[in-house]
Every structure is written in C-alpha cells, then in structure tokens.
C-alpha cells in the first residue's frame, strides 16, 4: 500500500501543482512538502487533516491506510472520531509510535466488544 509521501505527490501532481505552490497554500516551505514526498519528515494530523480535504480524500486515504479515496462516512463513525479525538488532548504531542500503539489499543478493544455483543445476540437467537 502507498505511503504518506507517495500518496501527496501523486495528489499534487494529479492537480498539477508544484511543490511550491502547495506549500504556499498551506503556508508552509516547499523543502517541507519536498521532505513530506520523500518521508523524511511527517506532517501535524492537523495538517494532514487541511491536506485530506484540501485534495478532497479521506485522512485514512492519504496515510496509506486504504486505497479507497472516497469520502464515505456514517454518522456513527463520525460520532465516534468526534468523541475519540476530543478525548485524548495531547494525542498530537506523542510520538508517532506512542500514538499508534493507543490506536491499535482502541482498535482491539471496539473489536471485541463487537465480538462479544454479536456473541450475545447469537446467545439470545437460540
């Protein structure tokens, strides 16, 4: 699957944009957008966030995470990022590993709640 870097130069590119005129869009150096494209540097997710919509793709989209480019998204999924991210001030001050290993955390945890409440629901169908 695509990379962050990969992902924002083909999206650049595929708008036919310069790096320069990217980084001036977002008020940032073309060497950032250049470091972005090359991975030797990650954005803020409050960037990436105004990147994701700036191409009009999902956030999920842009980190490589699917390679579905579609803003699709239910009510409850934005309930649930809304209360999620709202939860955790100084999520962003974390280091990127320290805050995927809490996503995987939260991840696991929904996953089995599901499991158990569709296990409980086959309980009761009996």
């Not at 999920?60 to 709202?86: C, M, P, Q, W």
């Not at 995987?104 to 709640?113: H, L, S, Y």
Request: aromatic fraction near 10%; charged fraction near 40%.
């Amino acid at each position: 699957m695509s990379t962050f870097g990969s992902r924002l130069r083909e999206l650049r590119i595929n708008k036919e944009l310069s790096q320069k005129e990217l980084a001036n869009h977002f008020k940032i150096s073309e060497s950032a957008v250049g470091m972005y494209e090359r991975e030797q540097r990650e954005p803020s997710f409050e960037l990436v966030e105004k990147i994701a919509d700036f191409f009009e793709v999902s956030t999920d989209y842009l980190l490589g995470r699917t390679n579905d480019s579609s803003l699709k998204e239910t009510d409850e999924d934005s309930k649930i990022n809304v209360a999620f991210y709202d939860g955790l001030k100084g999520f962003e001050d974390l280091d990127p590993d320290e805050q995927q290993f809490i996503l995987d955390m939260v991840e696991d945890t929904v996953a089995r709640f599901k499991k158990r409440k569709a296990e409980r629901k086959a309980k009761k169908n009996k």
